[in-house]
T-cell receptor, first 113, second 112 residues
Framework: GNSVTQMEGPVTLSEEAFLTINCTYT??????LFWYVQYPGEGLQLLLK?????DKGSNKGFEATYRKETTSFHLEKGSVQVSDSAVYFC????????????FGQGTRLTINP | DAGVTQSPTHLIKTRGQHVTLRCSPI?????VSWYQQVLGQGPQFIFQ???????GRGNFPDRFSARQFPNYSSELNVNALLLGDSALYLC???????????FGPGTRLTVL
């Protein structure tokens, strides 16, 4: 079945540091890939997405590239801010049937000033 | 425009009881999906409804059921509650069956 594995947390960085959160997936066919962010006490917000191989999703300084050859979708940001502190989830969605999002376990990110 | 709304925000029940959670989708959205998020884990898919019909079901027991109403709002029902049902229940709506999903703030269920 489909699954997502992401980097264990928690991750603690200083402001302006470079961020990478690793995400790899297992899926039949060619799924769409997503990064969601969950701020404390809130629901999930879509951060970025990519729907086919070599697509790059980007938003708010975050980027991730759909790598079919390595089945990866790593999240990166060049200079993090305190406001980026949140839990980040990598997810995939198969293209057939119900739009069932399959999530990784989440990575808690804390940015210190 | 209002986002996805869920009620109640928090709920405390005891084992064996029944619970009903409610979700109102974004206006114009015809699909609602339900997810269970246990503390420290990623959300797990429970159901998707589109145009008032069940379109997908995750690996959850028959104690979990749902329905979608003519106005596209939805209810999730859980019978015979277990301690392990304690979780954040998230509702997501989308315009169609395969469009981007927008999540609500969730209902925090605690089973004692």
């Amino acid at each position: 079945g489909n699954s997502v594995t992401q980097m264990e947390g928690p991750v603690t960085l200083s402001e302006e540091a470079f961020l990478t959160i690793n995400c790899t997936y297992t899926a039949t066919g060619y799924p769409s890939l997503f990064w969601y962010v969950q701020y404390p006490g809130e629901g999930l917000q879509l951060l970025l997405k990519a729907t086919k191989a070599d697509d790059k999703g980007s938003n708010k300084g975050f980027e991730a590239t759909y790598r079919k050859e390595t089945t990866s979708f790593h999240l990166e940001k060049g200079s993090v801010q305190v406001s980026d502190s949140a839990v980040y989830f990598c997810a995939l969605s198969a293209l057939q049937g119900a739009q069932k999002l399959v999530f990784g376990q989440g990575t808690r990110l804390t940015i210190n000033p | 425009d209002a986002g996805v709304t869920q009620s109640p925000t928090h709920l405390i029940k005891t084992r064996g009881q029944h619970v009903t959670l409610r979700c109102s989708p974004i206006s114009g959205h015809k699909s609602v999906s339900w997810y269970q998020q246990v503390l420290g884990q990623g959300p797990q898919f429970i159901f998707q409804y589109y145009e008032k019909e069940e379109r997908g079901r995750g690996n959850f027991p028959d104690r979990f059921s749902a329905r979608q109403f003519p106005n596209y709002s939805s209810e999730l029902n859980v019978n015979a509650l277990l301690l392990g049902d304690s979780a954040l229940y998230l509702c997501a709506s989308s315009r169609g069956q395969h469009n981007e999903q927008f999540f609500g703030p969730g209902t925090r269920l605690t089973v004692l």
